[in-house]
């Protein structure tokens, strides 16, 4: 079983930057990929960016829409895996949410991961 509670989101404006947390409890954290998704209103839930189960073997994945703007990576150590988002746009506004996979490498897939946090509400003005 794994438990994922986020943090670090919040109001701000185009251009600006945040980093988003996830911090996982259970002993079978490292074996498994995580990943973010999003959903905004009216729209249905998204992928954003996966790591696999080991950060040090460096494979991520991310939708196009954030590629060279958007960072995933994990802290196995402190049990978090994190977003980073840099330049961000109105059309990035959308509640976030972090997910962990025992299939243990990336996926895009919303029905491959068994695992999902709360979501945490980023909204970028204008």
């Known amino acids: 079983q794994v438990q994922l509670v986020e943090s670090g989101g919040g109001l701000v404006q185009a251009g600006d930057s945040l980093r988003l947390s996830c911090l996982a409890s259970?002993?079978?954290?490292?074996?498994?990929?995580m990943g973010w998704f999003r959903q905004a209103p009216g729209k249905e839930r998204e992928f954003v960016a996966t790591?696999?189960?080991?950060?040090?073997?460096?494979?991520?994945y991310y939708t196009d829409s954030v590629k060279g703007r958007f960072t995933i990576s994990r802290d196995n150590a402190k049990n978090t895996v994190y977003l980073q988002m840099n330049s961000l746009k109105p059309e990035d506004t959308a509640v976030y949410y972090c997910?962990?996979?025992?299939?243990?490498?990336?996926?895009?897939?919303?029905?491959?991961?068994?695992?999902w946090g709360q979501g945490t509400q980023v909204t970028v003005s204008s």
């Open positions: 259970g002993r079978s954290f490292r074996s498994y990929a």
């Open positions: 997910a962990a996979s025992s299939r243990g490498v990336i996926t895009t897939t919303l029905e491959e991961y068994d695992y």
């Open positions: 790591v696999s189960w080991s950060w040090s073997a460096g494979t991520t």
